[in-house]
């Protein structure tokens, strides 16, 4: 059955965590996994909303692409992305299936 592994971290010790991620690499690949998204260059950022919107988790989405926008306030999309995120949140909370435009 096919899962998502979300991981929203903070590095404290980037040493230490390139040697973690070294280490843990090659564990989704033992169970027929594989990283989508590691790192988080704006696109990461970008791709992990998405993918909690595909998800139904808005609040989520609206958090990791205001991350994406303070990234890089220069991109575009990212404004009209949340607009869309923000209705879709407001038709989840009023009970009502969300409208993907």
């Known amino acids: 059955m096919p899962a998502y592994v979300i991981a929203d971290i903070e590095v404290l010790d980037p040493v ?3 040697e973690y991620k070294r280490l843990a690499s ?3 690949a033992q ?3 594989r990283y989508i998204v590691r790192g988080a260059p704006v ?3 970008k791709t992990l909303a998405h993918t909690y919107r595909k998800l139904g988790l808005f609040e989520d989405a609206i958090r990791v692409m ?3 926008r303070e990234m890089d306030p220069s991109d575009e999309t990212i404004p009209r992305n949340l607009d869309l995120l923000r209705r879709m949140l407001e038709q989840q909370e009023q009970g009502e299936p ?3 435009r």
């Open 31 to 33: 169970f027929g996994g």
């Open 16 to 18: 230490a965590y390139e």
């Open 26 to 28: 090659p564990t989704p």
């Open 43 to 45: 696109q990461g950022w």
């Open 98 to 100: 969300p409208a993907d």
């Open 66 to 68: 205001e991350q994406a």
